[in-house]
């Protein structure tokens, strides 16, 4: 049992991708699922997927959703039913030919995102302006068969929640589309500490059927972008599509306006990659499966276990996901261990320190080391808790600052994404120049950042119709 | 809007069948899908199921469980790595045969249940003593191609928990079996007011490769039983199969034992089939979406509404779930939607109730009307919470005993079926006797009580091995 893992973590600068490997599988997040490109997500993974769900689930019952399931096999006509959308998404597709020892009439597909299905049955469910809107929300697994998969980041099939709504108007349709985005965004800077960028993307990146696509785009260790969120404003694309038509107070009949919303377990890869370093995970205290550890200090001696337990029961009343570590150990194992799971405070405690009253108290994020008064744990951890929030996104909006930088050439362009940054450049609009950036700087377009303060396009030279973020991503 | 519902709802003792098609989907608990044999649950419906999961949660982790997600897809090969169990799922599963737009190497089927998949990971995690035991508890949807599907009862794809432990000992896996039927049966009762007979299947109805079944069953009220829950004990048999092997303290290698145990969205069609009447659902409270529905009477006059969401603040303070139903619609109108809808406790309040300082409290179970003071509403709300809890409990649990009679005969087994009884009756343990019940009464084995208190098996004459509940089921 007494060995340290930290020394098997790759270096986080010279080998990223395998320092995240590395992290996730011997933290045991996650393991390889025995079919190619699946995982299986273990505890210690699940319970942050599991915070996650509780955070959000708060939020979007204060927006009016309500959680809903929806099956998971759609026929394959539905698929067809929006031609943007079976174009982006049949070449990904897992499909069942046969169930129960018979061969299907209709070949049907496991779910890749859900609009045909909750599509259908809204425009059953909806017939009058008083039905609208309608939110709902499904936590739910989905599938896209990938060629190269990464576990969190992108796996043939991952768990995630979308969240679907119909109203009578476009206005209130596209407001929605914006709203949730920034709940998204707030989300991300309080329970991951995690600043992001959003904005539209550009009609190359956007949802397969949408009108409109946005998105939330953060910065990892290595200035590469990862997409967080999306959100999408579909217009009645969908509604003339699956039929969602409703009799307006006019008397008229018309169709309504979808928008549809998502975030996955890709979450937990932006946390990981967000904020982790040489010793491990860090994870975020909002979401850390356990946010204290108490590791006993010469735990043999009389009362030290007591004290320890008395502790973990006063913080466990207090709220907080604390676990005492009275296993077998030596207290430096503990110490690597834990940290190398991300667990954002330690509470040390000895005899020296219970006959003083006081316990160590160190934090994940700097590896300070301060006595704290034992009477004031529950008030002195809290506070604790939410400094090391707070600190967690400061640091990571000063990266992302100072490795987002503006490009007016081609070649300033690569140069910036090469050197790990985000990179702010004009854009005339067209297609064409996108491609031609990925193909100098194999960087993509992130998204939009909602003005048009450059003056050029960083392609072709024209006149700048938006400000865009290119940059490397997952 | 001014529409009464509960006209439209089969009457429940003429015809049940219908009443449940009625009830399940008037009171929006539930819409058929796209595909045959499928189900959208629906808000409504959800909630109860989200109140189930919390539930189970806290319970699950008091054992010590933790919860986890594995893949949907299996390979084929893994079914058939355990004989029996492939042989009984195998002609139920949906297969995918293609992913990615190509034809697979080997097809992969949609879970029915993930003793394989989560058999091959504990085969690879599980090493040496020190790692046992292992409980994990997976929530997630499920597969199993159906011939005749009803809403909750029986659909193509479900929803449920799984949970899988691994022991070192036959001894530990076989008493941790029973602990997880005990804590169904503990929250049957506590949590669903359902009373359950739980014991041990017969060979006939054992799980597909389990030694041995135990399970939960439940009288629904046109006297049929509903398995409601099944705990199995494996032996070694997966062990074997998925080797699932570690280093004991003797330095040996040894296969473990494990076991597994399962309740499903099915658990809501039992609520409305034990506890439902003519009006439509009755819910029992510590499940219920909705617990309390406020009703405003004469809503227009100065300071009804604002007497009536200052009540719903302070329930909803205390943690009640409750609901003010402000809408157009009349206070008779409202009173038939929220019986229909089962909520246990209806409030009303108008003008006259707030000067007097009073609110009328009526409860779905009983429909008795009661006054009681505003000023002790929280306290009040809970104690009838709990008092209907109980009474429902009560209510079915004499309906059971009632309805539960010995046979010594088929004859004798037959006529007590027909009157929708369960039939305890004496089995000398063969299958032919247990094909030969079910032949002339069209009635299964559901559980042995573990005694044999009778004399003489009820098909053959010879000596009892097991006294049997006999039944019709779902």
Known sequence: MEKSYVSQIADIETDFAQWYTDVVLKTKLVDYGPVKGTMVIRPYGYAIWENIQNEFNRRFAECGYENAYFPLLIPMSFMSKEAEHV??????????????????????????????????????????WRDLPVRMNQWANVMRWEKTTRPFLRTSEFLWQEGHSAFATAEEAEAETQKMLQVYDEFARTCLAMPVLTGRKTEKEKFAGAVA???????????????????????????????????????????????????STRLIGAIIMTHGDNRGLV????????????????????????????????????????????????????????????????IELGPRDIEAGKMVVSRRDGYEKNEALLENAEREIKDLLNDISVSLYEKAKERMQQRTVNAESLQELLDGVNRGNFVRAGWCGCRECEDKVKEFAQATSRVMDGTNTAKKCVACGKKSQHTVFFARAY
Not at 96 to 123: D, F, Q
Not at 288 to 299: E, G, W
Not at 312 to 323: D, H, P
Request: aromatic letters at 8%; charged letters at 25%; a neutral charge.
């Open 87 to 128: 174009e982006g998404f049949a070449p990904e597709v897992a499909v069942v030919t046969h169930g129960g020892g018979e061969k299907l009439a209709e070949p049907l597909c496991v779910r890749p995102t859900s609009e045909t299905m909750i599509g259908t049955m809204y425009g059953k469910w909806i017939e009058s």
């Open 213 to 263: 696509t946005y998105g939330m785009e953060a910065m990892m260790h290595d200035g590469k972008s990862l997409q967080s969120g999306t959100s999408h404003y579909m217009g009645q694309n969908f509604a003339k599509a699956f039929d969602i038509k409703f009799t307006d107070k006019d008397g008229a009949q018309k169709y309504g306006y979808t928008m549809s919303f998502g975030v």
């Open 283 to 346: 994870l975020p205290p909002v979401v850390a499966p356990v946010q204290v550890v108490i590791v006993p200090i010469a735990a043999r001696k009389e009362g030290v276990l007591e004290a320890c337990r008395a502790l973990e029961a006063r913080l466990k009343n207090a709220g907080i996901r604390v676990k005492l570590d009275d296993s077998d150990n030596s207290p430096g194992w503990k110490f690597n261990e834990w940290e190398m799971k991300g667990v954002p405070v330690r």
